[in-house]
């Protein structure tokens, strides 16, 4: 597996909250507060999955959804350039039957 610089996620980022089963932990107590952690929650094969991250790793997912996201902001604005050009070859072919 290559390690990448600049890497990409499709997902997003979570609070996922548990009970540990303990009981003796504040989660079993009267008040019942679970854990909490964050996550990162993604889809594989049509199937989610969901990664608990350290404090310290959220900024560096949190960026690679960042640069996924305009990644697929630019691709879906290339796909609309494709579309019209795509129109205007239709258009034309259309024109030069009709004339």
């Keep these: 597996m290559t390690t990448q610089k600049s890497p990409r996620l499709r997902g997003s980022l979570i609070v996922f909250r548990r009970k540990c089963g303990k009981p003796s932990c504040q989660c079993a107590g009267k008040d019942g507060t679970p854990h909490s952690s964050p996550a990162f929650k993604y889809s594989l094969n049509g199937?989610?999955?969901?990664?608990?991250?350290?404090?310290?790793?959220?900024?560096?997912?949190?960026?690679?959804l960042v640069r996924y996201q305009l990644d697929q902001d630019r691709l879906d604005r290339l796909c609309a350039d494709g579309l019209q050009w795509l129109n205007a070859r239709i258009d034309a072919r259309k024109a030069k039957r009709s004339s």
């Design 47 to 64: 199937v989610a999955k969901i990664v608990t991250l350290a404090p310290d790793e959220v900024a560096p997912i949190r960026a690679a």
